[in-house]
């Protein structure tokens, strides 16, 4: 199958290869959480929830209580992936992507600014046409956003992949479930600095320095984004007080 046609160099869904997908993001998207939001790129759509931060649940849970303990828990709906297979709840692929969005937002929340607290993050995959942990990321990034927990600095996440010997922007599930390697990037957008690097097979050096930085160029594109969302949000809670 050929992801990238030779004539247009378009791929199957009309992007160019260095092209991401649509963009579409809501805040306030859980009444009875303390924030969340709704990405979604493409056609995958996230839904996160945060509570917090709040009195630690299971003291022997907190190892340290000088600093926040960041809780999160990843899930896919039975009905987001079609008739493709699902598995269970708490299955080794969704305890590991919950670790790694922990890990991702650990990075950016001052936790020292919270202690003897807990901050709980729960991330719900709606529709997954690949990029699912970035979306993730991205989710939880508003979330925390809307949710006013301190951060030093939002998360992004972004896919890039290598196919038809060419590097892909964003990778649909088409072409994640082609076998190429692919690399998922999460960075602190101001401060250029990189929480997450994960890749799924080997590439030559100077290919995934390529790759790698397509990726960290939609996230950046991401958090441009994101802030923009942020800022309406502001304006819309101003106008509302105003009125």
Not at 9 to 16: E, P, S, T
Not at 130 to 144: D, V
């Given at each position: 199958?050929?992801?990238?046609?030779?004539?247009?160099?378009?791929?199957?869904?009309?992007?160019?290869?260095?092209?991401?997908?649509?963009?579409?993001?809501?805040?306030?998207?859980?009444?009875?959480?303390?924030?969340?939001?709704?990405?979604?790129?493409?056609?995958?759509?996230?839904?996160?929830?945060?509570?917090?931060?709040?009195?630690?649940?299971?003291?022997?849970?907190?190892?340290?209580?000088?600093?926040?303990?960041?809780?999160?828990?990843?899930?896919?709906?039975?009905?987001?992936?079609?008739?493709?297979?699902?598995?269970?709840?708490?299955?080794?692929?969704?305890?590991?992507?919950?670790?790694?969005?922990?890990?991702?937002?650990?990075?950016?929340?001052?936790?020292?600014?919270?202690?003897?607290?807990?901050?709980?993050?729960?991330?719900?995959?709606?529709?997954?046409?690949?990029?699912?942990?970035?979306?993730?990321?991205?989710?939880?990034t508003l979330a925390l956003a809307d949710a006013?927990?301190?951060?030093?600095?939002?998360?992004?996440?972004?896919?890039?992949?290598?196919?038809?010997?060419?590097?892909?922007?964003?990778?649909?599930?088409?072409?994640?479930?082609?076998?190429?390697?692919?690399?998922?990037?999460?960075?602190?957008?101001?401060m250029d600095k990189v929480t997450l690097l994960?890749?799924?097979?080997?590439?030559?050096?100077?290919?995934?320095?390529?790759?790698?930085?397509?990726?960290?160029?939609?996230?950046?594109?991401?958090?441009?984004?994101?802030r923009e969302i942020m800022l309406q949000n502001?304006?819309?809670?101003?106008?509302?007080?105003?009125?």
């Amino acid at each position: 199958m050929e992801y990238v046609n030779p004539l247009t160099g378009l791929r199957i869904d009309g992007r160019r290869p260095t092209e991401m997908r649509h963009l579409k993001a809501q805040i306030g998207v859980v009444s009875k959480a303390d924030g969340s939001a709704l990405f979604e790129m493409g056609n995958t759509r996230v839904i996160a929830a945060v509570y917090g931060p709040r009195e630690v649940q299971n003291k022997g849970q907190q190892m340290n209580n000088t600093e926040a303990l960041v809780r999160c828990e990843y899930s896919m709906a039975n009905f987001s992936t079609g008739d493709r297979a699902r598995k269970p709840k708490g299955d080794r692929r969704s305890t590991e992507i919950s670790l790694v969005i922990r890990q991702t937002m650990e990075a950016c929340i001052l936790t020292k600014l919270m202690p003897r607290s807990q901050i709980d993050i729960f991330v719900q995959v709606l529709q997954a046409d690949g990029g699912t942990r970035s979306a993730c990321i991205n989710a939880a990034t508003l979330a925390l956003a809307d949710a006013g927990i301190p951060m030093r600095d939002i998360v992004t996440s972004c896919s890039a992949g290598y196919l038809c010997t060419m590097p892909l922007l964003d990778l649909n599930y088409a072409e994640d479930s082609a076998g190429g390697p692919d690399v998922t990037v999460g960075i602190l957008a101001k401060m250029d600095k990189v929480t997450l690097l994960q890749m799924d097979a080997k590439l030559p050096l100077d290919t995934f320095e390529t790759v790698m930085q397509l990726a960290i160029e939609g996230c950046k594109a991401i958090a441009q984004y994101i802030r923009e969302i942020m800022l309406q949000n502001t304006k819309q809670l101003e106008c509302r007080r105003g009125s």
